[in-house]
């Protein structure tokens, strides 16, 4: 026989004669057009409750490292500067967890660079160079507030 022969032949298989072209119906459109809303209104919910966490959080970090930190070393307490410090950076752990599901790595990365560097110029009791990375880190956490804002000018 020839080739042709079989290409002609119908499948015995009930399934395989059925379309399998399914008929558009218009709620299928106004479904997904209403999951979308609800997801993009989920992720927009979910974002703006991260920004308020985060601004509250990140500016409370610089009220401390402001407040008690910098006076401590100031002072040269050192042992209540690398105490408040180290709490500080246990507590920046915990907000790192969540932030980096919405901030940039980079930047994450950065605080925890400056962070290390200004603990081992407290450990050293270098007044100058602990002040200073002090003074910076609290800009680093205003920049990284101000920077993830929700707004036109960071959105485009």
Do not use: H
Not at 70 to 94: P, V
Not at 97 to 105: D, H, N, S
């Amino acid at each position: 026989r020839s080739l042709s022969c079989f290409l002609r032949r119908k499948p015995k298989n009930p399934y395989l004669l059925q379309k399998t072209k399914r008929k558009s119906r218009g709620g299928e459109s106004v479904r997904s057009f209403i999951i979308s809303i609800a997801l993009l209104l989920s992720l927009i919910g979910t974002w703006c409750f991260f920004d308020t966490y985060s601004s509250n959080t990140l500016e409370n970090y610089g009220q401390i490292l402001e407040s008690e930190i910098l006076l401590s070393i100031e002072s040269e307490n050192w042992q209540s500067a690398s105490e408040d410090f180290l709490s500080l950076q246990e507590e920046w752990q915990e907000y790192k967890q969540y932030a980096v599901f919405f901030l940039g790595t980079s930047e994450l990365n950065e605080v925890d660079e400056t962070m290390a560097k200004a603990y081992y110029y407290i450990k050293a009791e270098d007044i100058s160079n602990a002040s200073g990375e002090i003074a910076f880190l609290k800009r680093q956490l205003l920049f990284l507030n101000s920077n993830e804002k929700m707004t036109a000018g960071n959105i485009f």
